[in-house]
C-alpha cells in the first residue's frame, strides 16, 4: 500500500494560499473605476466622440444638433472676423491715423472720469498704431482659424482679448455679449476636432497645444 507523498500536500497548500490575493488583485482590478471607465467606452464608442454619421446622428440626436449648431455659430463668428479685417484694410486704419480718430471722436462722447476715457487716453491714442496691426492681424487669423478649424482654441482665446480690449475702449454694442460668451465656448469645445484641421494636427503632433 503506497502513502500520498508529503510533497503533495505542501504544493496544494501553497496554490491554496496563493489563490486568495490573485482573486482579490482581479476583484481589485474589476472595481478600479479607471477600469469600469475603459469598459464603458469600448462598448460604446460612439458615446465617447462625436463622428459625422448618419447612424451617430439617429442615436444621438440632441447631440448632433448642438454640434451643428455650433459649428454654424463658428463660421458665422469667422466670417465676421474676415469682415471686419477687411473693413479695417479697405478704409486704410494701417498706415494712417483713422483709428486715432476714431478713439479721439469716442473719447469725446463719454465721461472724462470714467475708465474708458483713460483706457483711451493712456494706451489706444498713444499706440494706435500698432492696434491697428494688431486688429487687422488678429481678426484675419481668428477669421481663418474658425474658417478652417485649425488652433481654434488659442484663436478663441485670442478673440476673447480683442473682445475685451475693444469693451475696454467702450467700443461696445448689443452683440458684443454674445461674442465674449462665445468666444469663452469656443475655448472650452474642441469644435477643430469635430470639423477641421485639428483633428488631423493633433495626431501629427500631439504633443503640441495649439491643436488640442
Known sequence: MRFPNPRMFLRLGRNNTDQPPRLARQATGTANPDNLLRQVLSQQPEAASFRWSWNYAKRYRLKTAGIVSFLACRYLFGAFFVYGAYHKLSRRWIGSDVLRQHFQARLADIDPDSFQAAY???FAIPCYAPIAWFLV?????????TMFGA???????????????ITAGSFSNPSMPPFIVYATLLMLFPSGHWLGLDSVLHKKYPRAIWFR
Not at 151 to 165: D, Q
Open 120 to 122: 483711451l487716453r493712456r
Open 137 to 145: 492681424a488678429g481678426q484675419l487669423s481668428v477669421g481663418a482659424s
Open 151 to 165: 488652433a481654434v482654441r488659442p484663436n478663441a482665446a485670442l478673440a476673447l482679448f480683442m473682445l475685451l480690449n
